[in-house]
T-cell receptor, first 112, second 115 residues
Framework: DTGVSQNPRHKITKRGQNVTFRCDPI?????LYWYRQTLGQGPEFLTY????????KSRLLSDRFSAERPKGSFSTLEIQRTEQGDSAMYLC??????????FGEGSRLTVL | AQSVAQPEDQVNVAEGNPLTVKCTYS??????LFWYVQYPNRGLQFLLK??????LVKGSYGFEAEFNKSQTSFHLKKPSALVSDSALYFC?????????????FGPGTSLSVIP
């Protein structure tokens, strides 16, 4: 068990560029979650998957955000046409059915 | 819709004293409740959970939490605080009876343990 892995750990980009983050969950976990966290705040729910199915997407999420989990394994979170307000830590977590979430170390996005 | 409140942004406690970090929740059905800790520039680490059964649950690093259904609370406690307990603490709730049972986090409480 190598835990939840996120890449890259830090991404610096210019406003208007597209960025993609990858999350590799714990192998036997069928649920995968994406959260966004800004400094000193709680994780804000973005979306989550059960296997390859995306079950819910936050209404706060603009159409510039998209997530996929092909084949129910790793997941990607893409942000198109980044804005400075997108600067945050993007957290991925995985879990079994209704158990606790196991988090990765996060991917920090800085939009200049 | 489910929600979590942590009424205190900051809790300060002297080393060796007992600590309490408060959490209240709102769900439409029966909740699964969790506490997580976050150290600077790190991901969230699971501390403990309440699913069913005994209202007092014990977790990692000597922490425990008490589930109170009538008050819809799940306060985190530790009998004797350590300086190394200083961190951000997040309460979370999963509403297992609504569709999709996503996990929602509270805004967090910063705990400072003073030597």
């Amino acid at each position: 068990d190598t835990g939840v892995s996120q890449n890259p750990r830090h991404k610096i980009t210019k406003r208007g560029q597209n960025v993609t983050f990858r999350c590799d969950p714990i192998s036997e976990h069928n649920r995968l979650y994406w959260y966004r966290q800004t400094l000193g705040q709680g994780p804000e729910f973005l979306t989550y998957f059960q296997n390859e199915a995306q079950l819910e997407k936050s209404r706060l999420l603009s159409d510039r955000f998209s997530a996929e989990r092909p084949k129910g394994s790793f997941s990607t979170l893409e942000i198109q046409r980044t804005e400075q307000g997108d600067s945050a830590m993007y957290l991925c977590a995985s879990s079994l059915q209704t158990g606790e979430l196991f988090f990765g170390e996060g991917s920090r996005l800085t939009v200049l | 819709a489910q929600s979590v409140a942590q009424p205190e942004d900051q809790v300060n406690v002297a080393e060796g004293n007992p600590l309490t970090v408060k959490c209240t929740y709102s769900v439409s059905g029966n909740p699964y409740l969790f506490w997580y800790v976050q150290y600077p520039n790190r991901g969230l680490q699971f501390l403990l959970k309440y699913i069913t059964g005994d209202n007092l649950v014990k977790g990692s690093y000597g922490f425990e939490a008490e589930f109170n259904k009538s008050q819809t609370s799940f306060h985190l406690k530790k009998p004797s605080a350590l300086v190394s307990d200083s961190a951000l603490y997040f309460c979370a709730v999963r509403d297992i009876e609504t569709s999709y049972d996503k996990v929602i986090f509270g805004p967090g409480t910063s705990l400072s343990v003073i030597p």
